[in-house]
């Protein structure tokens, strides 16, 4: 069983930042791919960013530029420093994390979300 545990969403003015956070903890034998997606009210999920485990990244178009992903390897955490943002940043914001279980078993663990609300 792998946990993700997210923290770091909350209310803020257009222009403002946030970091999001993402820990992921249990029967882990090695992370792939740890990313964070985002879904707008009435929106199908979209890509924000992703992560892998040699430090490669890549984002979606509408975050290039403003949002940073990271990764620490040693607590298994992955973050998301998000500036500059905007209204249409609003929605509930899942990290995912991919990656090889005990008895070698894949797996491909979401977290629960964390709102992030932009707004003034």
């Known amino acids: 069983q792998v946990h993700l545990v997210e923290s770091g969403g909350g209310l803020v003015q257009p222009g403002g930042s946030l970091r999001l956070s993402c820990a992921a903890s249990?029967?882990?034998?090695?992370?792939?791919?740890m990313g964070w997606y985002r879904q707008a009210p009435g929106e199908q999920r979209e890509l924000v960013a992703l992560?892998?485990?040699?430090?490669?990244?890549s984002y979606g178009d509408s975050v290039k530029g403003r949002f940073t992903i990271s990764r620490d390897n040693a607590s298994n955490t992955v973050y998301l420093q998000m500036n500059s943002l905007k209204p249409e940043d609003t929605g509930d914001y899942y990290c995912?994390?991919?990656?090889?279980?005990?008895?070698?078993?894949?797996?491909?663990?979401w977290g629960q979300g964390t709102l992030v609300t932009v707004s003034t």
């Open positions: 992560i892998t485990g040699i430090g490669s990244t």
């Open positions: 249990g029967s882990i034998f090695s992370i792939r791919v």
């Open positions: 995912n994390v991919r990656g090889v279980a005990g008895f070698s078993q894949g797996f491909d663990a």
